[in-house]
């Protein structure tokens, strides 16, 4: 039966793996994307060997399920000892010995599934939490893309993963950021956030044309360089319902109702 649902035209791709592909088609855009590869016992090594930190989460995830981290680990009591390496998913976090096995642990995690490895952005903290960036992109009534929110994502205590359902709360980007930035600073940062919003999206209706809507997942580095960790293209547009300057909802609602994915 036919849907008379105007939201079904909306596109929606759920594999991290096939946006990556399309986002680093273009050069402008790759130098934001961390180095991406399927996971394999291969690839776990060079990566480790490349990045130190790395994640490793499904293709198609969400909500911060299954994301993992890795990395080498020192004892600092015992500078002298072997390197190991730090597993980390949920609030836990695990030692191994070799690269061996380490690899058997997280495919016992991944169970056959098919899992992304990708090089790990040490995420700026905010009371010794870790913080990322959801940016909403939309199109406009007048068929052009606009970056019309940011929202600071604020990782619940000792969790890799800064999701609102991994118990994460939201914050004011500017609240996040002000310990670290000038103002001046701050507003290049801001731009630049907006710009890379715009590209992604132009990129990706390249190949889909049907997009209305993509929500980036952007960490801000210790060096204070943008990265695009993925592309949401069913982005959450109620926690921009929680910023205190109340114009930025409205529109982002005017633009959903325009293309059909809220009622008026
Ligand atoms: N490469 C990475 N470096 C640092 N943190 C990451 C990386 N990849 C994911 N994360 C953390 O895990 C969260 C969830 O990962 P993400 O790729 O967005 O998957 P999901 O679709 O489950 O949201 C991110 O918001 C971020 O906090
Ligand atoms: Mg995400």
Redesign the pocket.
Known sequence: MERKDSQLAIQRIAS?WEKTIILRQKELIRAYI?E?RKYTFEHLKEMIDIHG???V??D????????M?IEPWCDELEPESPVQYKLRFGIQSELYPALEELHAAVSERIDKKFYLI??????LTFRRR???I?ALVQKTPQKTWETTGFIG?V?AQQ?????YH?G?SVMPIEELLSPYLEAKEYLQLYKEMKQVGILAAAQLTRKFPNLKEIGL?I?IDEQFKI?I??V?TLPALFPFKKLQNKDIYKKIHRYAVAYGRLKK
Not at 60 to 67: D, F
Request: no cysteine; hydrophobic share 30%; proline share 5%.
């Open positions: 991290k961390p991406t930190l790395v994640y989460k499904p198609r995830g969400t909500y911060g399920n299954g994301v981290s990708q090089k790990g952005i040490t995420l870790k913080f990322d959801r994502r990782a969790k890799i993963i800064t999701n991994g994460g997942d960490a990265w960790l993925e949401n």
